[in-house]
């Protein structure tokens, strides 16, 4: 049975990139370690995680395209002797899809808490004007051999 995607629409074209991208942060969906997002004005946003016992030796935070990931691993102090051991030093992966245009601007680590700050800038509208070719181009031509659309023909209904 095959799956019916949320994309499917023909009106959403280059969309399934993103479906990817939805699939695998909704697999990577783990409650560890929790997390806040709260807006910092009017173009900013905050991320915080609680990061208890870790160090910023112990985390590392990496941009990879649109992809913001926080990484924590904890070396296991081999000196101590436990007799409960309730905090786990367990290692992580958290990751945040971040939109178009948005740019981190800094990490802050203050008493267990990691602050990641981003910033969104304003959208300014882009208003582009497409040129329509007009007449026939021969498919041996060099200019637009293959990715330009006869208007013409189209109209007339031929293919």
Do not use: W
């Not at 942060?25 to 915080?48: C, F, Q, S, V, W």
């Not at 016992?53 to 990496?62: A, P």
């Not at 051991?85 to 267990?112: E, H, K, P, S």
């Not at 330009?148 to 293919?159: E, H, L």
């Amino acid at each position: 049975m095959s799956r019916v995607s949320m994309f499917s629409s023909p009106l959403l074209l280059g969309f399934d990139q993103l479906e990817r991208t939805l699939e695998r942060l909704a697999k990577n969906a783990e409650g560890y370690p929790p997390y806040n997002i709260e807006r910092i004005g009017d173009d900013g946003l905050r991320i915080t995680l609680a990061v208890a016992g870790f160090t910023s030796r112990d985390l590392v935070i990496e941009l990879a395209e649109n992809q913001l990931s926080v990484r924590g691993k904890q070396a296991d102090d081999t000196d101590r002797v436990y007799i409960h051991r309730g905090i786990a030093a367990r290692q992580f992966q958290r990751a945040f899809m971040l939109a178009d245009g948005i740019q981190v601007t800094g990490a802050q680590l203050d008493n267990g808490l990691l602050s990641i700050d981003l910033v969104r800038p304003r959208a300014e509208p882009r208003i582009r004007t497409i040129r329509i070719d007009s007449g026939r181009i021969d498919s041996g031509t060099q200019a637009g051999a293959g990715n330009a659309i006869d208007i013409i023909s189209r109209r007339n209904g031929a293919r």
